[in-house]
Nanobody
C-alpha cells in the first residue's frame, strides 16, 4: 500500500520560507513523477510544482515560479518543496501526489493524473 506523508507546514510571516517534505512508502518511488498541489479554503485544488522520475525535469505553476523549488531524493523516497518569499496568498493545505502511471516524461498538472495523495500539511502565511 502506497503512503505519502507530508510535513513541514506551519505559520510564517510573509517573506519568510518553509520547506515541505513528503515521505513515500510502498511501491517503487523512483519510477513515478511526483507533484505538489495546494488547496485554499473555498477553492479548487491546484497544481504547484512537479518533478520527473529522475529529478531532471520540473514544472511549476506561474504562482510558484521564481519562489518555489521542487526536488527529490530517490535514495530516501522523499520529495521536497522549498518555498521562499512566501505571500499570504500561498496560504493553503499542501498535498504531495504520485502520478497514476510510471510511464511518460511529461509532468501533468491536473489532479486526475495522480493516484496517491498525502493527508496534506497546512501552510499559513500572515501579512
Amino acid at each position: 500500500q502506497v503512503q505519502l506523508v507530508e510535513s513541514g507546514g506551519g505559520l510564517v510571516q510573509a517573506g519568510n520560507s518553509l520547506r515541505l517534505s513528503c515521505a513515500a512508502s510502498g511501491g517503487t518511488f523512483d519510477i513515478y513523477t511526483m507533484a505538489w498541489f495546494r488547496q485554499a479554503p473555498g477553492k479548487e485544488r491546484e497544481f504547484v510544482a512537479g518533478i520527473s522520475r529522475s529529478g531532471k525535469y520540473t514544472n511549476y505553476a506561474d504562482a510558484a515560479k521564481g519562489r518555489f523549488t521542487i526536488s527529490r531524493d530517490n535514495t530516501k523516497n522523499t520529495v521536497f518543496l522549498q518555498m521562499n518569499n512566501l505571500k499570504p496568498e500561498d496560504t493553503a493545505v499542501y498535498y504531495c501526489a504520485r502520478r497514476r502511471t510510471p510511464v511518460g516524461s511529461d509532468i501533468p498538472t491536473g489532479p486526475p493524473a495522480y493516484e496517491y495523495w498525502g493527508q496534506g500539511t497546512r501552510v499559513t502565511v500572515s501579512s
